[in-house]
């Protein structure tokens, strides 16, 4: 059986600590190589000064030269797309049976491992390797890998610290002109200066988060529902402002809230499943309500939103709950009054939606209510707690009519 390291990193730019690790961890445990894999990077995760996928790739091989234990892949770069570790490992399983791969992660990311996406099929396939950085307090790192042993995890940490480095402190230096010598394997700092990379100061994205969410969900999502998810945040937005909720969160949600909308039914599983979100029985003979519990999962974990007034906006759009906020109830009422909607009854909730935000929302309660009960389907408890509250807050009850 032959014995591969995987370490894989956006290396913007590889530098000294990372060749010191794969280098180590080659040697110490008697690595046949290590495959130095840059990773795509989505386009929201890239900066203004973010060097290109070939410019990373190049900086690699230079880095590898000289280290005959040590090769280059391009794999992830030229996939579609974003690629998850664990779909890595698979291919390279698949692809070479007859190895076993060790996994190098950095010490800072080898710590988060169980949050990893797919985590118990990454440990079944590697081997998880890290080493600790020179200056750095190790105590937890190694709690951490015992911990992952004491569940039969095979890990590795090496007992000897590397050279502390990062690219984010590389990158500051070439911008305030300071010099890189030690901290990147020479080839490399050649190539930086001749490429001029990383010249531009850090804190320099210009798009807005709102633009680079706006290119996510261009990628995810058909023309219609691209489009749909637009005109809801604009709708938001304007019911924002004349509502009294934060209409830059309005917008942000609009643009968000059908993020899985066409994202088919299993993988939308796997992500709940991955993130131990387990669906009520309604939600899961309703697979129409499933988009809205995986988008919040998808944002929370995967993209990294972490406004919580933006994720229940996104949670709650299609069934609604008792006590919405004001940026839920803007969000829930966008997604029926939005421009591109014309089924039947639109005119009237728009007109509804211009005189009160709970009388447009008891519209399209009850519009959904009776839709679903026409088409024998099962309504959500949140739906009709919803009905009922505004039915109470105006005082009969329903009782005396
Ligand atoms: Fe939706
Ligand atoms: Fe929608």
């Known amino acids: 059986m032959k014995k591969m390291g995987l370490f894989g990193g956006s290396f913007d730019p ?17 690595l046949d190589g290590v495959v130095l894999m840059p990773t795509f990077v989505p386009p ?66 080898f710590v988060t491992l169980r949050t990893w996406y797919r985590f118990e099929d990454i440990a079944r396939l590697a081997v ?17 890998a015992a911990d992952l ?29 300071e010099t890189l010598t030690g901290l990147v394997p020479q080839g490399v700092e050649e190539y930086i200066r001749q490429n001029g990379l990383y010249r531009r100061t850090e804190g320099m994205e210009t798009r807005t988060q709102d633009e680079q969410f706006i290119e996510i969900i261009r990628t ?24 009294g909720a934060d209409p830059n969160k309005a917008y942000t949600a609009g643009i968000l809230h059908d993020i899985m909308k ?46 919580e007034e933006i994720l229940s906006a996104v949670r709650y759009h299609t069934t609604g709950r008792a006590g919405m906020s004001r940026l839920e109830q803007v969000v829930f009422t966008a997604d029926f009054t939005s421009a591109d ?4 009854d639109v005119a009237v909730i728009r007109s509804l939606a211009e005189e009160s935000l709970t009388a447009a929302i008891r519209y399209g309660v009850e519009y959904t209510i009776r839709d679903l009960i026409d088409r024998g ?16 807050s105006e005082g009969n009850g329903g009782q005396t009519k």
């Open 14 to 30: 590889i530098h000294q600590g990372h060749l010191e690790m794969a280098l180590r961890i080659a040697e110490r445990l008697e």
């Open 44 to 109: 929201h995760k890239i900066r203004e000064s973010m060097a290109s996928a070939e410019h990373r790739l190049a900086m690699c091989r230079l880095a590898a030269q000289g280290h005959p234990q040590l090769q280059v892949s391009d794999l992830e770069l030229t996939r579609e797309g974003a690629s998850f570790t664990v779909d890595t490992l698979t291919a390279l399983c698949e692809q070479y049976p007859d190895t076993q791969w060790y996994l190098l992660v950095g010490a800072d990311m």
């Open 128 to 144: 998880l390797c890290t080493v600790p950085r020179e200056g750095t307090d190790e105590t937890h790192l190694f709690e951490y």
């Open 149 to 177: 042993a004491a569940d039969g995890i095979e890990c590795y940490v090496d007992p000897y610290p590397v050279t502390s480095v990062s690219s984010t402190q590389i990158r500051r230096r070439i911008a305030a002109g």
């Open 220 to 243: 995810r999502l058909s023309d219609y529902r691209f489009h749909h998810s637009m005109c809801v945040a604009q709708e938001a937005k304007r019911l924002a402002e004349k509502y």
């Open 262 to 307: 066409d994202t088919d039914k299993d993988a939308q599983m796997q992500v709940l499943g991955d993130f131990g979100v387990v669906l009520d029985e309604i939600e899961q003979r309703s697979p129409t309500l499933w988009h809205a519990r995986s988008g919040e999962v998808f944002l929370r974990n995967i993209l990294g939103v972490t406004d």
């Open 341 to 344: 909607r014309d089924y039947p």
């Open 377 to 392: 389907r099962t309504v959500h408890p949140d739906t009709l707690a919803v009905y009922n509250e505004i039915v109470l």
